[in-house]
């Protein structure tokens, strides 16, 4: 039996990807455990997952180097570890493909089952039955500017015209949007939430957030201006993702490759392709999905 450490430590959105990664090694290597170095605060979104022996908490590079030399057969480190990793996008090579595969690829692993999936065990505590139905779920904050959509607020009262409820997840720094009940839940607790159908319908951005939902089968509306869903995002049967004509155009001229804006937080174009994106599409995707 061969003995395998996968060193993916952050973020939620690399994690999750992770576990995609993980189905694959134990495709190619039948007869494998598999120790997963990772960082602690995302140990939920890995402790469930069937396929993994042991999680690996970390205290710095060095203390990987020290425990990967530890008797494994096989070391895999995806991980981005440096800026050249982190404009991985920007090469050539990897310009039209899924961060997914970038990762794949320095494993040198094949992806035979591309399917999103994540494991919670256990119930979501708390009473949601004051709710009214359809539900919408919303995440409204990225930790870049340029990913985010400014129009969330706009949204959320065209749907309470239409007696949605809507549910806003996130940090408590995120401001609450009128109308909606704002929700701050562990990752874990927000796992639980989409595996128990607690909403009809999610709609976010490029975020870890969205990727959880659409693992579940939630149906799920992706809103993308600074990255496309070519190198990022969720993907699946109940994922839709709204582009805005500028952020297709400027892919086009650059022949793939996702937004300039996100490496220095201002598109070089002069403004926000994301907000181009107007509320009436995003209705009309909650409507066709719900």
């Not at 930790?143 to 949204?155: I, R």
């Amino acid at each position: 039996m061969k003995k395998i450490a996968l060193v993916l430590q952050r973020t939620i959105g690399d994690v999750i990807l992770g576990n995609v990664l993980v189905k694959n090694i134990k495709l190619k290597y039948l007869d494998s455990t598999i120790d997963w170095f990772v960082n602690s605060e995302y140990n939920s979104l890995v402790e469930d997952n069937p396929n993994v022996s042991t999680i690996v908490n970390l205290k710095d590079w060095e203390d990987v180097l020290r425990r990967i030399c530890m008797g494994y057969d096989v070391v895999l480190v995806p991980q981005q570890t440096n800026a050249i990793d982190n404009s991985w996008h920007q090469h050539e090579e990897y310009r039209h493909k899924h961060l997914l595969d970038f990762y794949a690829q320095r494993c040198d692993l094949p992806i035979i089952d591309r399917k999103l999936e994540l494991y919670a065990n256990g119930a979501l505590e708390g009473d949601w039955s004051h709710l009214q139905t359809p539900t919408v779920a919303i995440h409204t904050k990225t930790l870049a500017d340029v990913k985010d959509w400014s129009k969330f607020t706009e949204l959320v009262k065209e749907l309470n015209k239409k007696n949605y409820s809507v549910i806003q997840l996130g940090t408590k720094s995120d401001i609450a949007i009128d109308g909606a009940t704002k929700v701050t839940l562990s990752l874990k607790e927000i796992m639980l939430f989409f595996k128990e159908k607690s909403c009809n319908i999610f709609v976010g951005l490029d975020s870890g957030l969205t990727y959880i939902s659409a693992a579940f089968g939630t149906p799920t509306i992706q809103i993308m201006g600074a990255t496309t869903n070519v190198t990022s995002g969720a993907w699946g049967n109940d994922v839709v993702t709204l582009l805005s004509e500028q952020n297709k155009e400027c892919v086009k001229q650059r022949k793939g490759i996702r937004c300039h804006g996100i490496l220095g937080g201002k598109c070089q174009f002069g403004g926000k392709c994301i907000n181009n994106i107007s509320v009436g599409q995003v209705l009309n995707e909650i409507k066709n999905n719900i």
